[in-house]
Protein backbone atom coordinates (compact mmCIF):
# COMPACT_ATOMS: atom_id res chain seq x y z
CA UNK A 1 0.00 0.00 0.00
CA UNK A 2 3.07 1.95 0.37
CA UNK A 3 4.26 4.36 -2.35
CA UNK A 4 7.51 6.06 -1.03
CA UNK A 5 7.73 9.28 -3.01
CA UNK A 6 9.84 11.04 -0.61
CA UNK A 7 14.00 10.44 -0.59
CA UNK A 8 15.81 12.59 1.08
CA UNK A 9 19.61 11.87 1.36
CA UNK A 10 21.67 13.99 3.08
CA UNK A 11 25.43 13.84 2.65
CA UNK A 12 27.62 13.93 5.66
CA UNK A 13 31.22 14.60 5.86
CA UNK A 14 33.95 12.13 5.13
CA UNK A 15 35.76 10.46 8.03
CA UNK A 16 38.97 8.65 8.02
CA UNK A 17 39.28 5.00 8.45
CA UNK A 18 42.19 3.01 8.60
CA UNK A 19 42.30 0.04 7.51
CA UNK A 20 42.99 -3.10 10.33
CA UNK A 21 42.44 -6.61 11.72
CA UNK A 22 41.95 -5.40 14.88
CA UNK A 23 38.78 -5.66 16.74
CA UNK A 24 38.33 -1.88 16.39
CA UNK A 25 38.77 1.13 14.51
CA UNK A 26 38.44 4.26 16.49
CA UNK A 27 35.67 6.93 15.52
CA UNK A 28 37.42 10.51 15.17
CA UNK A 29 36.17 13.75 16.70
CA UNK A 30 34.44 16.06 14.72
CA UNK A 31 37.65 18.12 13.92
CA UNK A 32 39.04 14.95 12.61
CA UNK A 33 35.81 14.26 10.13
CA UNK A 34 36.10 17.79 9.30
CA UNK A 35 40.29 17.07 8.34
CA UNK A 36 39.85 14.10 6.55
CA UNK A 37 36.59 14.70 4.67
CA UNK A 38 37.90 13.83 1.49
CA UNK A 39 39.55 10.80 2.52
CA UNK A 40 38.38 7.20 1.82
CA UNK A 41 39.47 3.48 3.12
CA UNK A 42 39.70 0.66 0.83
CA UNK A 43 39.58 -2.69 2.61
CA UNK A 44 41.01 -5.45 0.47
CA UNK A 45 38.90 -8.72 -0.15
CA UNK A 46 40.56 -11.89 0.32
CA UNK A 47 40.95 -14.49 -2.35
CA UNK A 48 37.44 -15.97 -4.07
CA UNK A 49 35.50 -13.38 -0.96
CA UNK A 50 32.11 -12.36 -1.63
CA UNK A 51 30.27 -10.22 0.84
CA UNK A 52 26.41 -9.24 2.55
CA UNK A 53 24.63 -6.61 4.68
CA UNK A 54 23.47 -3.44 4.45
CA UNK A 55 19.72 -3.02 3.09
CA UNK A 56 17.43 -6.05 2.93
CA UNK A 57 15.44 -4.49 -0.02
CA UNK A 58 19.14 -5.03 -1.69
CA UNK A 59 19.48 -8.48 -1.04
CA UNK A 60 18.74 -9.57 -4.83
CA UNK A 61 21.91 -7.54 -5.40
CA UNK A 62 23.60 -10.03 -2.74
CA UNK A 63 26.96 -10.97 -2.82
CA UNK A 64 27.58 -7.55 -4.24
CA UNK A 65 29.59 -7.29 -7.22
CA UNK A 66 31.95 -4.19 -8.50
CA UNK A 67 29.73 -0.95 -9.00
CA UNK A 68 27.25 -1.23 -6.12
CA UNK A 69 27.13 1.42 -3.87
CA UNK A 70 25.15 2.50 -1.18
CA UNK A 71 24.90 4.82 1.75
CA UNK A 72 23.11 3.99 4.95
CA UNK A 73 22.50 7.47 5.86
CA UNK A 74 18.60 8.73 5.52
CA UNK A 75 17.84 6.26 2.99
CA UNK A 76 16.55 2.45 3.89
CA UNK A 77 15.13 1.80 0.75
CA UNK A 78 11.52 1.07 2.10
CA UNK A 79 12.96 -1.69 4.19
CA UNK A 80 15.42 -2.71 6.94
CA UNK A 81 19.13 -1.62 7.58
CA UNK A 82 21.65 -3.19 9.44
CA UNK A 83 24.99 -1.15 9.52
CA UNK A 84 26.57 -4.80 8.88
CA UNK A 85 28.63 -6.05 5.93
CA UNK A 86 29.36 -9.91 6.33
CA UNK A 87 31.32 -12.13 3.92
CA UNK A 88 31.95 -15.71 3.33
CA UNK A 89 35.19 -15.73 4.77
CA UNK A 90 34.41 -15.02 8.29
CA UNK A 91 35.01 -11.59 7.78
CA UNK A 92 32.76 -8.57 9.86
CA UNK A 93 31.90 -4.83 9.57
CA UNK A 94 29.86 -3.43 12.06
CA UNK A 95 28.87 0.35 13.33
CA UNK A 96 26.66 1.82 15.70
CA UNK A 97 25.93 4.64 12.99
CA UNK A 98 25.76 4.56 9.18
CA UNK A 99 28.08 4.79 6.95
CA UNK A 100 28.61 4.46 3.22
CA UNK A 101 30.31 2.02 1.01
CA UNK A 102 31.26 1.28 -2.27
CA UNK A 103 32.58 -2.22 -4.01
CA UNK A 104 35.71 -2.01 -6.25
CA UNK A 105 36.96 -4.34 -8.26
CA UNK A 106 39.29 -6.13 -5.68
CA UNK A 107 38.33 -4.33 -2.41
CA UNK A 108 35.29 -2.44 -0.46
CA UNK A 109 35.69 1.39 -0.52
CA UNK A 110 34.23 2.93 3.18
CA UNK A 111 33.33 6.45 3.32
CA UNK A 112 30.64 9.11 4.78
CA UNK A 113 31.03 7.23 8.44
CA UNK A 114 29.79 8.44 11.27
CA UNK A 115 31.20 6.91 14.60
CA UNK A 116 33.09 3.82 14.68
CA UNK A 117 34.04 1.21 12.40
CA UNK A 118 34.89 -2.53 14.01
CA UNK A 119 36.26 -5.25 12.05
CA UNK A 120 37.15 -8.85 12.98
CA UNK A 121 38.17 -12.10 11.22
CA UNK A 122 35.63 -14.63 12.78
CA UNK A 123 36.11 -17.67 10.90
CA UNK A 124 35.84 -19.01 7.19
CA UNK A 125 32.55 -18.95 6.82
CA UNK A 126 28.64 -16.75 6.39
CA UNK A 127 27.80 -18.45 9.07
CA UNK A 128 30.83 -18.30 11.44
CA UNK A 129 30.65 -14.01 10.06
CA UNK A 130 26.70 -13.95 11.39
CA UNK A 131 27.16 -15.66 14.39
CA UNK A 132 29.88 -14.12 15.11
CA UNK A 133 27.86 -10.07 14.62
CA UNK A 134 24.65 -11.73 16.03
CA UNK A 135 26.21 -12.46 19.61
CA UNK A 136 28.11 -9.17 19.72
CA UNK A 137 25.99 -6.54 17.96
CA UNK A 138 22.80 -7.86 17.96
CA UNK A 139 22.27 -9.67 20.60
CA UNK A 140 18.79 -12.09 20.64
CA UNK A 141 16.77 -11.22 23.59
CA UNK A 142 14.99 -14.22 24.05
CA UNK A 143 11.74 -13.29 22.84
CA UNK A 144 9.74 -13.81 19.57
CA UNK A 145 6.52 -11.44 18.54
CA UNK A 146 3.35 -12.93 19.39
CA UNK A 147 2.83 -17.10 18.26
CA UNK A 148 0.02 -16.59 15.57
CA UNK A 149 2.46 -14.42 13.48
CA UNK A 150 3.43 -18.22 12.50
CA UNK A 151 1.08 -20.09 13.53
CA UNK A 152 -1.56 -19.72 11.05
CA UNK A 153 -1.76 -16.90 7.99
CA UNK A 154 -2.13 -14.05 8.40
CA UNK A 155 -4.95 -11.73 6.64
CA UNK A 156 -4.88 -7.99 5.85
CA UNK A 157 -7.83 -5.97 4.37
CA UNK A 158 -5.84 -3.60 2.36
CA UNK A 159 -6.29 -5.36 -1.36
CA UNK A 160 -10.24 -5.82 -0.88
CA UNK A 161 -11.30 -2.47 0.82
CA UNK A 162 -8.03 -0.08 0.19
CA UNK A 163 -9.08 3.38 1.46
CA UNK A 164 -12.80 1.97 2.72
CA UNK A 165 -12.36 0.21 5.49
CA UNK A 166 -15.35 -0.48 7.33
CA UNK A 167 -17.37 -2.78 9.59
CA UNK A 168 -19.22 -4.40 6.87
CA UNK A 169 -17.20 -5.37 4.72
CA UNK A 170 -14.21 -5.89 7.02
CA UNK A 171 -16.85 -8.66 9.13
CA UNK A 172 -17.93 -10.10 5.69
CA UNK A 173 -14.45 -10.49 4.49
CA UNK A 174 -13.40 -12.53 7.82
CA UNK A 175 -16.85 -14.39 7.13
CA UNK A 176 -15.46 -15.34 3.74
CA UNK A 177 -12.08 -16.43 5.46
CA UNK A 178 -13.54 -18.91 7.31
CA UNK A 179 -16.64 -19.79 4.54
CA UNK A 180 -14.20 -20.49 2.33
CA UNK A 181 -12.00 -22.80 4.43
CA UNK A 182 -9.26 -21.10 5.20
CA UNK A 183 -8.19 -20.82 8.73
CA UNK A 184 -8.77 -18.20 11.16
CA UNK A 185 -5.54 -16.13 12.09
CA UNK A 186 -4.14 -12.75 12.57
CA UNK A 187 -6.56 -10.16 11.05
CA UNK A 188 -4.87 -6.65 10.50
CA UNK A 189 -7.47 -4.19 9.54
CA UNK A 190 -5.63 -1.40 7.22
CA UNK A 191 -5.10 2.08 6.81
CA UNK A 192 -8.58 4.38 7.08
CA UNK A 193 -10.04 2.96 9.73
CA UNK A 194 -9.27 6.00 11.83
CA UNK A 195 -11.14 9.37 11.85
CA UNK A 196 -7.57 10.88 10.84
CA UNK A 197 -3.74 10.36 10.85
CA UNK A 198 -3.23 11.08 14.46
CA UNK A 199 -6.48 10.87 15.14
CA UNK A 200 -6.65 7.59 16.53
CA UNK A 201 -9.73 5.93 16.86
CA UNK A 202 -12.67 4.25 14.64
CA UNK A 203 -14.64 6.50 12.15
CA UNK A 204 -17.99 6.52 13.62
CA UNK A 205 -19.74 6.44 9.90
CA UNK A 206 -17.97 3.67 8.87
CA UNK A 207 -17.24 1.95 11.77
CA UNK A 208 -20.60 2.62 13.89
CA UNK A 209 -20.12 -0.40 16.70
CA UNK A 210 -16.76 -1.30 16.65
CA UNK A 211 -16.52 -2.99 20.50
CA UNK A 212 -19.24 -5.22 18.65
CA UNK A 213 -16.73 -5.52 15.94
CA UNK A 214 -13.93 -6.48 17.65
CA UNK A 215 -16.60 -9.45 19.28
CA UNK A 216 -17.53 -10.95 16.78
CA UNK A 217 -13.98 -10.95 15.06
CA UNK A 218 -12.55 -12.59 18.49
CA UNK A 219 -16.02 -14.85 18.33
CA UNK A 220 -14.36 -16.33 14.71
CA UNK A 221 -11.13 -17.05 16.90
CA UNK A 222 -9.19 -13.97 14.91
CA UNK A 223 -6.33 -11.62 16.65
CA UNK A 224 -7.25 -8.07 15.57
CA UNK A 225 -4.70 -5.56 14.33
CA UNK A 226 -4.64 -1.78 13.74
CA UNK A 227 -2.62 0.09 10.84
CA UNK A 228 -0.58 3.16 12.88
CA UNK A 229 1.91 5.20 11.33
CA UNK A 230 3.71 8.46 13.19
CA UNK A 231 2.16 11.30 11.29
CA UNK A 232 -0.72 13.65 12.21
CA UNK A 233 -3.18 15.44 9.97
CA UNK A 234 -2.55 19.06 10.30
CA UNK A 235 -5.80 20.43 9.83
CA UNK A 236 -7.30 18.15 12.97
CA UNK A 237 -7.80 19.16 17.23
CA UNK A 238 -4.90 16.69 17.71
CA UNK A 239 -2.41 18.32 15.56
CA UNK A 240 -3.32 21.74 17.38
CA UNK A 241 -2.78 20.18 20.91
CA UNK A 242 0.78 18.60 20.28
CA UNK A 243 1.89 21.17 18.35
CA UNK A 244 1.38 23.51 21.48
CA UNK A 245 3.09 20.76 23.41
CA UNK A 246 6.34 20.52 20.76
CA UNK A 247 5.88 17.10 19.67
CA UNK A 248 6.60 17.41 16.20
CA UNK A 249 9.87 17.60 14.58
CA UNK A 250 10.33 21.55 13.43
CA UNK A 251 11.14 23.87 10.43
CA UNK A 252 14.91 25.00 11.19
CA UNK A 253 15.45 29.00 10.34
CA UNK A 254 16.85 29.77 7.13
CA UNK A 255 17.81 32.67 4.55
CA UNK A 256 14.18 32.49 3.29
CA UNK A 257 12.30 33.46 6.32
CA UNK A 258 11.48 36.78 5.55
CA UNK A 259 9.63 35.60 2.23
CA UNK A 260 8.34 32.85 4.20
CA UNK A 261 7.01 33.47 7.80
CA UNK A 262 5.07 30.48 8.05
CA UNK A 263 8.07 28.30 7.51
CA UNK A 264 10.43 29.33 10.60
CA UNK A 265 11.60 27.56 13.76
CA UNK A 266 8.84 26.35 16.35
CA UNK A 267 6.71 25.36 13.39
CA UNK A 268 5.90 21.92 12.88
CA UNK A 269 7.73 20.62 9.55
CA UNK A 270 5.27 19.31 6.63
CA UNK A 271 6.56 15.93 5.53
CA UNK A 272 5.47 15.05 2.29
CA UNK A 273 4.53 10.93 2.19
CA UNK A 274 2.08 8.88 0.06
CA UNK A 275 -0.92 10.27 2.21
CA UNK A 276 -0.04 13.76 1.81
CA UNK A 277 1.64 16.20 4.22
CA UNK A 278 1.55 15.79 7.68
CA UNK A 279 3.44 16.46 10.69
CA UNK A 280 5.61 14.17 12.18
CA UNK A 281 5.85 12.92 15.78
CA UNK A 282 9.63 13.78 17.32
CA UNK A 283 10.26 10.48 18.99
CA UNK A 284 13.28 12.17 20.59
CA UNK A 285 11.13 13.57 22.89
CA UNK A 286 9.91 11.18 25.24
CA UNK A 287 6.45 13.18 25.93
CA UNK A 288 6.07 12.11 22.40
CA UNK A 289 6.36 8.28 22.67
CA UNK A 290 4.27 8.64 25.72
CA UNK A 291 1.67 9.97 23.72
CA UNK A 292 1.65 7.62 20.97
CA UNK A 293 1.24 4.64 23.26
CA UNK A 294 -1.22 5.93 24.89
CA UNK A 295 -3.44 6.20 21.97
CA UNK A 296 -2.50 2.65 21.19
CA UNK A 297 -3.37 1.50 24.56
CA UNK A 298 -6.60 3.67 24.50
CA UNK A 299 -7.55 1.27 21.44
CA UNK A 300 -6.38 -1.85 23.91
CA UNK A 301 -8.12 -1.40 26.52
CA UNK A 302 -11.52 0.62 25.01
CA UNK A 303 -11.71 -2.11 22.43
CA UNK A 304 -9.80 -4.98 23.24
CA UNK A 305 -7.56 -4.26 19.77
CA UNK A 306 -5.01 -7.12 20.27
CA UNK A 307 -1.71 -5.64 18.28
CA UNK A 308 -0.51 -2.72 15.80
CA UNK A 309 0.62 -2.85 12.11
CA UNK A 310 3.42 0.11 12.13
CA UNK A 311 3.84 1.79 8.79
CA UNK A 312 6.19 4.31 7.80
CA UNK A 313 9.21 5.06 10.05
CA UNK A 314 11.17 5.12 7.12
CA UNK A 315 14.61 7.50 6.97
CA UNK A 316 13.81 9.89 4.71
CA UNK A 317 10.67 11.13 6.49
CA UNK A 318 13.58 12.57 9.20
CA UNK A 319 15.05 15.05 7.58
CA UNK A 320 18.07 16.34 9.01
CA UNK A 321 17.57 20.16 8.64
CA UNK A 322 14.88 19.58 10.85
CA UNK A 323 15.20 20.55 14.62
CA UNK A 324 14.25 17.66 17.16
CA UNK A 325 13.93 18.12 20.61
CA UNK A 326 17.36 15.72 21.75
CA UNK A 327 19.90 17.92 19.04
CA UNK A 328 21.47 16.11 16.31
CA UNK A 329 18.94 13.00 16.58
CA UNK A 330 19.58 12.03 13.22
CA UNK A 331 16.78 10.01 10.13
CA UNK A 332 17.75 6.84 11.61
CA UNK A 333 17.31 7.44 14.98
CA UNK A 334 14.13 8.72 14.38
CA UNK A 335 13.14 5.10 13.04
CA UNK A 336 14.96 3.18 15.28
CA UNK A 337 13.05 4.95 17.76
CA UNK A 338 9.91 4.59 16.28
CA UNK A 339 10.86 0.32 16.13
CA UNK A 340 11.43 0.68 19.52
CA UNK A 341 7.63 1.78 20.21
CA UNK A 342 6.58 -2.16 18.71
CA UNK A 343 8.22 -3.81 21.89
CA UNK A 344 5.55 -2.90 23.92
CA UNK A 345 3.21 -4.95 21.59
CA UNK A 346 3.45 -8.73 20.93
CA UNK A 347 1.59 -8.43 18.17
CA UNK A 348 3.58 -5.85 15.63
CA UNK A 349 4.75 -5.38 12.16
CA UNK A 350 6.82 -3.24 10.82
CA UNK A 351 8.68 -2.41 7.17
CA UNK A 352 10.79 0.37 7.66
CA UNK A 353 13.66 -0.32 10.60
CA UNK A 354 17.20 1.18 11.31
CA UNK A 355 18.59 -1.86 13.35
CA UNK A 356 16.93 -3.42 16.37
CA UNK A 357 17.78 -6.84 14.87
CA UNK A 358 17.12 -9.96 17.54
CA UNK A 359 14.15 -8.31 19.16
CA UNK A 360 10.97 -9.40 19.02
CA UNK A 361 9.64 -7.49 16.10
CA UNK A 362 7.65 -8.59 12.78
CA UNK A 363 9.80 -7.53 10.12
CA UNK A 364 7.71 -7.51 6.56
CA UNK A 365 9.78 -7.09 3.10
CA UNK A 366 8.65 -3.89 1.24
CA UNK A 367 5.54 -4.17 -1.37
CA UNK A 368 6.11 -6.61 -4.22
CA UNK A 369 4.02 -5.41 -7.30
CA UNK A 370 1.70 -8.34 -8.65
CA UNK A 371 4.55 -9.83 -11.47
CA UNK A 372 6.86 -12.54 -11.35
CA UNK A 373 10.18 -10.20 -11.72
CA UNK A 374 8.67 -9.40 -7.82
CA UNK A 375 8.36 -12.47 -6.90
CA UNK A 376 11.70 -13.76 -7.53
CA UNK A 377 13.35 -10.95 -5.22
CA UNK A 378 11.67 -12.93 -2.17
CA UNK A 379 14.33 -15.37 -1.31
CA UNK A 380 17.06 -13.19 -1.41
CA UNK A 381 15.50 -10.18 0.31
CA UNK A 382 14.38 -12.79 3.00
CA UNK A 383 17.47 -14.45 3.21
CA UNK A 384 19.05 -11.14 3.18
CA UNK A 385 16.78 -10.42 6.32
CA UNK A 386 17.47 -13.36 7.82
CA UNK A 387 21.36 -12.33 7.02
CA UNK A 388 20.94 -9.26 8.90
CA UNK A 389 19.34 -10.76 11.78
CA UNK A 390 15.80 -10.22 11.16
CA UNK A 391 14.68 -13.47 11.91
CA UNK A 392 11.27 -12.81 12.62
CA UNK A 393 10.39 -12.09 8.64
CA UNK A 394 6.72 -11.83 6.28
CA UNK A 395 7.40 -11.64 2.47
CA UNK A 396 4.90 -8.75 2.01
CA UNK A 397 1.51 -10.02 0.49
CA UNK A 398 0.81 -13.43 -1.52
CA UNK A 399 0.67 -12.15 -4.83
CA UNK A 400 1.89 -8.61 -4.10
CA UNK A 401 0.93 -5.76 -2.47
CA UNK A 402 0.05 -2.99 -4.41
CA UNK A 403 -3.77 -2.74 -4.78
CA UNK A 404 -4.02 -1.52 -8.39
CA UNK A 405 -2.99 -5.18 -9.84
CA UNK A 406 -6.25 -6.44 -8.13
CA UNK A 407 -8.60 -3.62 -9.98
CA UNK A 408 -9.21 -5.90 -12.95
CA UNK A 409 -9.68 -9.66 -12.55
CA UNK A 410 -8.97 -10.12 -16.36
CA UNK A 411 -5.26 -8.80 -15.66
CA UNK A 412 -4.70 -11.31 -12.48
CA UNK A 413 -2.19 -13.97 -13.14
CA UNK A 414 -3.31 -16.78 -11.04
CA UNK A 415 -0.50 -19.22 -11.26
CA UNK A 416 1.47 -16.25 -9.88
CA UNK A 417 -0.86 -15.90 -6.88
CA UNK A 418 -0.73 -19.92 -6.74
CA UNK A 419 3.19 -19.99 -6.73
CA UNK A 420 3.77 -16.78 -4.12
CA UNK A 421 1.51 -18.59 -1.63
CA UNK A 422 3.65 -21.69 -1.75
CA UNK A 423 6.59 -19.47 -1.37
CA UNK A 424 4.89 -18.26 1.72
CA UNK A 425 3.81 -21.69 2.61
CA UNK A 426 7.45 -22.36 4.15
CA UNK A 427 8.90 -19.40 4.91
CA UNK A 428 8.41 -17.64 8.74
CA UNK A 429 5.00 -15.47 7.96
CA UNK A 430 2.07 -16.29 5.52
CA UNK A 431 0.26 -13.11 4.40
CA UNK A 432 -3.00 -13.09 2.45
CA UNK A 433 -4.67 -9.64 1.50
CA UNK A 434 -6.74 -10.12 -2.02
CA UNK A 435 -8.84 -12.43 -1.64
CA UNK A 436 -8.43 -15.94 -3.49
CA UNK A 437 -11.19 -17.05 -3.27
CA UNK A 438 -12.66 -14.13 -5.47
CA UNK A 439 -9.84 -13.63 -7.71
CA UNK A 440 -9.40 -17.46 -8.78
CA UNK A 441 -10.91 -20.65 -10.90
CA UNK A 442 -11.24 -23.76 -8.22
CA UNK A 443 -8.82 -25.22 -10.05
CA UNK A 444 -6.19 -22.40 -8.76
CA UNK A 445 -8.06 -22.27 -5.26
CA UNK A 446 -7.19 -25.16 -4.50
CA UNK A 447 -3.87 -25.10 -4.88
CA UNK A 448 -3.72 -22.33 -3.02
CA UNK A 449 -5.36 -24.23 -0.31
CA UNK A 450 -3.06 -26.75 -0.70
CA UNK A 451 -0.33 -24.52 0.60
CA UNK A 452 -2.30 -23.32 3.38
CA UNK A 453 -2.49 -27.20 4.31
CA UNK A 454 1.17 -27.93 3.65
CA UNK A 455 2.03 -24.95 6.14
CA UNK A 456 -0.26 -26.67 8.70
CA UNK A 457 1.44 -29.74 8.40
CA UNK A 458 5.48 -27.51 9.34
CA UNK A 459 4.02 -25.31 11.76
CA UNK A 460 5.37 -26.72 14.65
CA UNK A 461 8.40 -27.10 12.80
CA UNK A 462 8.64 -23.10 11.68
CA UNK A 463 7.52 -22.58 15.80
CA UNK A 464 10.68 -24.62 16.76
CA UNK A 465 12.96 -22.36 14.55
CA UNK A 466 11.16 -19.20 15.78
CA UNK A 467 12.00 -19.76 19.45
CA UNK A 468 15.54 -20.87 18.37
CA UNK A 469 15.66 -17.71 16.87
CA UNK A 470 13.95 -16.00 20.01
CA UNK A 471 17.25 -17.47 21.64
CA UNK A 472 20.21 -17.57 19.61
CA UNK A 473 19.33 -15.04 17.05
CA UNK A 474 19.78 -17.68 13.61
CA UNK A 475 17.70 -17.22 10.92
CA UNK A 476 14.47 -18.89 9.87
CA UNK A 477 14.86 -19.12 6.38
CA UNK A 478 18.83 -18.97 5.31
CA UNK A 479 20.72 -18.51 2.35
CA UNK A 480 22.32 -21.84 0.82
CA UNK A 481 25.77 -20.28 1.45
CA UNK A 482 24.79 -20.16 5.07
CA UNK A 483 23.89 -23.60 5.60
CA UNK A 484 26.70 -25.43 3.17
CA UNK A 485 29.61 -23.03 3.34
CA UNK A 486 32.64 -22.84 0.49
CA UNK A 487 30.55 -25.38 -1.36
CA UNK A 488 29.79 -23.35 -4.05
CA UNK A 489 26.54 -21.85 -3.24
CA UNK A 490 27.57 -18.02 -3.11
CA UNK A 491 25.35 -17.13 -5.85
CA UNK A 492 22.64 -19.56 -5.63
CA UNK A 493 19.42 -17.49 -5.21
CA UNK A 494 16.19 -19.35 -6.38
CA UNK A 495 16.09 -21.80 -3.37
CA UNK A 496 16.93 -22.03 0.27
CA UNK A 497 16.77 -23.41 3.63
CA UNK A 498 14.33 -23.65 6.04
CA UNK A 499 16.14 -24.26 9.08
CA UNK A 500 19.09 -27.16 8.30
CA UNK A 501 16.72 -29.68 7.50
CA UNK A 502 14.11 -28.39 4.87
CA UNK A 503 15.46 -27.45 1.16
CA UNK A 504 12.63 -25.38 -0.78
CA UNK A 505 12.71 -24.69 -4.24
CA UNK A 506 9.75 -22.78 -5.56
CA UNK A 507 8.64 -22.01 -9.04
CA UNK A 508 9.39 -18.97 -10.13
CA UNK A 509 8.25 -18.86 -13.65
CA UNK A 510 5.66 -18.57 -15.53
CA UNK A 511 4.76 -21.53 -17.19
CA UNK A 512 7.56 -24.19 -15.70
CA UNK A 513 7.48 -27.90 -16.81
CA UNK A 514 11.00 -28.81 -15.50
CA UNK A 515 12.71 -27.12 -12.45
CA UNK A 516 16.48 -27.61 -11.61
CA UNK A 517 17.49 -28.30 -8.21
CA UNK A 518 20.86 -28.36 -6.88
CA UNK A 519 21.57 -30.73 -3.71
CA UNK A 520 23.99 -30.22 -1.18
CA UNK A 521 26.13 -33.35 -0.34
CA UNK A 522 24.17 -36.11 1.42
CA UNK A 523 20.55 -37.73 1.36
CA UNK A 524 17.61 -35.70 0.46
CA UNK A 525 13.67 -36.77 0.65
CA UNK A 526 11.33 -35.50 -1.65
CA UNK A 527 7.25 -35.02 -0.95
CA UNK A 528 6.63 -38.19 -2.25
CA UNK A 529 8.87 -40.11 -0.11
CA UNK A 530 11.66 -40.19 -3.07
CA UNK A 531 15.54 -40.61 -1.60
CA UNK A 532 18.06 -38.59 -3.65
CA UNK A 533 22.01 -38.50 -3.27
CA UNK A 534 23.08 -34.87 -3.14
CA UNK A 535 26.19 -33.53 -4.31
CA UNK A 536 24.69 -33.10 -7.46
CA UNK A 537 21.52 -31.04 -9.95
CA UNK A 538 18.88 -32.93 -10.54
CA UNK A 539 15.29 -31.58 -12.40
CA UNK A 540 12.09 -32.51 -11.78
CA UNK A 541 8.66 -31.90 -13.42
CA UNK A 542 6.57 -29.61 -11.71
CA UNK A 543 3.15 -29.36 -11.23
CA UNK A 544 0.91 -26.24 -10.47
CA UNK A 545 -0.43 -27.59 -7.12
CA UNK A 546 3.16 -28.70 -5.69
CA UNK A 547 5.88 -26.89 -4.33
CA UNK A 548 9.08 -28.53 -4.81
CA UNK A 549 10.90 -29.28 -1.03
CA UNK A 550 13.39 -32.00 0.16
CA UNK A 551 13.78 -32.47 3.91
CA UNK A 552 17.05 -33.31 4.74
CA UNK A 553 17.81 -37.27 6.12
CA UNK A 554 20.22 -37.01 9.00
CA UNK A 555 21.69 -40.25 9.86
Known amino acids: MKRLNIFIIVLMPLLLIAQTNSVALSSLTNKDRNENKKETVTIAFLPNELWWGGAVNDGYSMPYQEGFSYNMYGNNKGNQVQPLLLSNKGRVIWSEQPFKFTFLKN ?62 DILKYAHSIIDNGFPPGVLMIDDNWQENYGKWDFHAGRFPNPTAMMKELHDLGFKVMLWVCPFVSPDSDVYRDLA ?61 VDGFKLDAGDFYFYPDNLLSHIPGTTPNEQSELFGKIGLDYPLNEYRAMWKMAGKALAQRLSDKAHNWADLQTLIPNI ?55 RILDKKHLDAVKEAVALRKNFTNYIMLLAKEAAETGKPIVRTMEYEFPNQGFEKLNNQFMLGDKVLVAPILQKNTIKRAIELPKGNWKDSAGKIYKGGKIIIIQTELNKLPYFERIIN
Open 244 to 304: KKELFLKNAKDANVAAAPWIDSGQPAMIYWWNGASAVLDLSNPAAEKWFKGELNTLIKKYG
Open 107 to 168: AIAIEDVKGEILQNKAGNSLKEAFDFASSNYFVADGKMPHEMLFSAPQYNTWIELMYNQNQE
Open 383 to 437: TGQGLLGYAFSCPDMIGGGEFSSFLNTQTIDQELIVRSAQIHALMPMMQFSVAPW
